[in-house]
């Protein structure tokens, strides 16, 4: 069962539209991150939203925290073929005296000239 | 600064043989980990590291050992390959933020 459910898993649009990366579950995070990952390489984190309602913008990408801390979403705005990537959403929550990330499966997004 | 590097890039294994995959860092940090990466699956923690002489086992350590004497290595091991092994493997180190620092990764096929 995956904690971190995150949708769609595919997504392949034309440059210029929009779109919206969901990261939903039923757990409580302390903060939320979003990655984006280029084939052949390791993640590289975007942004970390931390309270309840937050929403960060980085150009034309807009990350929101749900006002519970259970969700977050991920809009691109005017898509252009160098955001095409695997987006991974990582909930961070307390377990005993450490921190646990929980990852979600991730959301291949291709982005056609 | 080099970051995470992980050596080899590539490898192909027969089902039994061993082999480590390397993973170092220079960015002081005390967290380090290993994740495997599937098709459809995302990123599974392996083992972590809090610090030098300290390892844990995360959500799928079977078949795997890992140690840290140093606060810059943490090699990951495979005892005896087997073909469920096949798979992307990164190496991730993060400090008091959280934020994840991944490698390049190994892409590992076990025959």
């Known amino acids: 069962t995956q904690l971190l459910e995150q949708s769609p898993q595919f997504l392949s649009i034309q440059e210029g539209e929009n779109l919206t990366v969901y990261c939903n579950s039923s757990?409580?995070?302390?903060?939320l991150q979003w990655y984006r990952q280029e084939p052949g390489e390791g993640p590289v984190l975007l942004v970390t939203?931390?309270?309840g309602g937050e929403v960060k913008k980085l150009k034309r990408l807009t990350f929101q925290f749900g006002d519970a801390r259970k969700d977050s979403s991920l809009h691109i705005t005017a898509a252009q073929p160098g955001d095409t990537g695997l987006y991974l959403c990582?909930?961070?929550?307390?377990?005993?005296?450490?921190?646990?990330?929980?990852w979600g499966a991730g959301t291949k997004l291709i982005i056609k000239p | 600064n080099a970051g995470v590097t992980q050596t080899p890039k590539f490898q192909v294994l027969k089902t039994g043989q061993s082999m480590t995959l390397q993973c170092a860092q220079d960015?002081?940090?005390?967290?380090m980990s290993w994740y495997r990466q599937d098709p459809g699956m995302g990123l599974r923690l392996i083992h972590y590291?809090?610090?030098?002489?300290?390892?844990d086992q995360g959500e799928v350590p079977n078949g795997y050992n890992v140690s840290r004497s140093t606060t810059e290595d943490f090699p990951l091991r495979l005892l005896s390959a087997a073909p469920s092994q096949t798979s992307v493997y990164f190496c991730?180190?993060?400090?008091?933020?959280?934020?994840?620092?991944f490698g390049p990764g190994t892409r590992l096929t076990v025959l």
């Open positions: 939203v931390v309270t």
């Open positions: 757990s409580v995070f302390s903060s």
């Open positions: 990582a909930g961070k929550r307390k377990m005993d005296s450490n921190y646990q990330l929980i």
């Open positions: 960015m002081n940090h005390e967290y």
């Open positions: 991730a180190s993060s400090g008091s933020g959280a934020e994840q620092f």
């Open positions: 590291s809090v610090g030098a002489g300290i390892t």
